[in-house]
């Protein structure tokens, strides 16, 4: 059976370095939020790459549901990131790496 998540890549925008507190707030309380849906695998943020804020892995039933959720994030919503989403295929162990 193949297994898909989501990967929402934020990049920064011309106004990230405006970010407010209350905006850092905003998106930790939606990261705590997806993560207790259990819609978050994993998210982080990205050193030493210019350009890039961060990214989540997201656990939805559907594209369109992580797309959703992508508009919703807060850096989105204040104009301070903008998203790319994509597709991520799981290769593991239980499907032999996708050999």
Do not use: W
């Not at 407010?20 to 707030?25: R, S």
């Amino acid at each position: 059976m193949e297994k898909i998540m989501y990967m929402m890549m934020i990049e920064k925008s011309k106004t990230y370095n405006k970010v407010t507190k209350k905006v850092i707030v905003e998106h930790v309380e939606n990261i705590r939020r997806l993560d207790d849906e259990g819609k978050l695998e994993i998210c982080g943020v990205f050193k030493g790459y210019p350009g890039m804020a961060g990214m989540y892995i997201l656990k939805t039933e559907s594209l369109q549901e992580a797309e959703e959720i992508c508009q919703r994030e807060p850096l989105v919503v204040g104009g301070y990131a903008t998203f790319k989403l994509v597709t991520l295929q799981i290769a593991d162990r239980e499907n032999n790496y996708l050999l």
